[in-house]
């Protein structure tokens, strides 16, 4: 099974900072990753897939990079709205894996 | 508007059995790949099953093959879960979620999920 660890668990920042977040995978998944943000009590909500791609609907200050096994998510300039819990996900091969997310708090 | 809404979550005893539903709505469903994806109390996402569009290719986590069975009736829109002789570490809020298709290729990312529904395993 590939596994996905992400870096930070945690994160305080401020409104307007810009934020990475990271995730490695265990072995390489060219480009199959997707990043979802979960806000507390909701269904989560997928903002970028094939590492780079904005989904439709999603702010561009949301972006992602990376392939093979490292990945990055940054948000350039932090909404009172992004804070959430993130994840990444790898879907290059079953079983399907999440990352175990990261926590963006406001500081 | 796609509407994915689960129901069948309760508690139910450790080895006891549980079948959750899903009822789709919104997009073609028999189209689509259909997964179960769970979240225990606090903790993150764990994928839990998958099936293809007609129902004959099933996929599973190792932590509930030959406990949980996964289906889907394309008459009536439907997805199910058979869970059985469950274990405490069951316990999670259950979503059901659609897979993600542009006009030429689909992922197994989820775009519409449902609201999700609760099973505890205990005593």
């Known amino acids: 099974d590939i596994q996905m660890t992400q870096s930070p668990s945690s994160l305080s920042a401020f409104v307007g900072d810009r934020v990475t977040i990271s995730c490695r995978a265990s072995?390489?998944?060219?480009?199959?990753v997707v990043w979802y943000q979960q806000k507390p009590d909701k269904a989560p909500k997928s903002l970028i897939y094939d590492a780079s791609t904005l989904q439709s609907g999603v702010p561009s200050r949301f972006s992602g990079s990376g392939s093979g096994t490292d990945f990055t998510l940054t948000i350039s300039s932090l909404q009172p709205e992004d804070f959430a819990t993130y994840y990444c996900q790898q879907y290059a091969s079953y079983p399907i894996t999440f990352g175990q997310g990261t926590r963006l708090e406001i500081k | 508007e796609v509407q994915l809404v689960e129901s069948g979550g309760g508690l139910v005893q450790p080895g006891g059995s549980l079948r959750l539903s899903c009822a789709a709505s919104?997009?073609?469903?028999?189209?689509?790949?259909m997964s179960w994806v769970r979240q225990a109390p606090g903790k993150g996402l764990e994928w839990v099953a998958s099936?293809?569009?007609?129902?004959?290719?099933?996929k599973y986590v190792d932590s509930v093959k030959g406990r949980v069975s996964i289906s889907r009736d394309n008459a009536k829109n439907s997805l199910d879960l058979q869970m059985n002789n469950l274990r405490a570490e069951d316990t999670a809020v259950y979503f059901c979620?659609?897979?993600?298709?542009?006009?030429?290729?689909?992922?197994?990312?989820?775009?519409?999920w449902g609201q999700g529904t609760l099973v505890t395993v205990s005593s």
């Open positions: 099936i293809n569009q007609d129902g004959s290719v099933k």
């Open positions: 072995q390489g998944v060219s480009r199959s």
């Open positions: 919104g997009f073609i469903f028999s189209s689509y790949w």
């Open positions: 979620a659609k897979l993600y298709c542009t006009s030429t290729t689909c992922y197994t990312i989820y775009d519409y």
